[in-house]
């Protein structure tokens, strides 16, 4: 199986900057993508960025110009670079991988981030 684990959530001052990590370990041979989405109470879950194995980014509009989304091939790690965070920044942040051939993809526990006003 793939496991995530994820880190890097915190509490920051609104304007202030977090950084995520995932790393992604386990019977891993083909990955599409990985990335991260985030939930806050009474939302959708809902997708921040991605970045496939080729290095094609995706990023929810509002967020782009502030997060930027990268990964470490070697390491099998994704990351999140999160710069003038907002209080509607504040979620659960969960670290996703998508393998082709897989019907399904893999997550993260989740780490908080909460952004104070």
Do not use: H
Not at 71 to 76: E, L
Not at 85 to 91: F, I, M, R, S
């Amino acid at each position: 199986q793939v496991q995530l684990v994820e880190s890097g959530g915190g509490l920051v001052q609104a304007g202030g900057s977090l950084r995520l990590s995932c790393a992604a370990s386990g019977s891993i041979f083909s990955i599409y993508a990985m990335g991260w989405y985030r939930q806050s109470p009474g939302k959708q879950r809902e997708l921040v960025a991605t970045i496939t194995n080729g290095g094609r980014t995706n990023y929810a509009d509002s967020v782009k110009g502030r997060f930027t989304v990268s990964r470490d091939n070697a390491k099998n790690t994704v990351y999140l670079q999160m710069n003038s965070l907002k209080p509607e920044d504040t979620a659960v942040y969960y670290c996703n991988v998508k393998v082709w051939g897989k019907p399904f993809d893999y997550w993260g526990q989740g780490t908080q981030v909460t952004v104070s006003s």
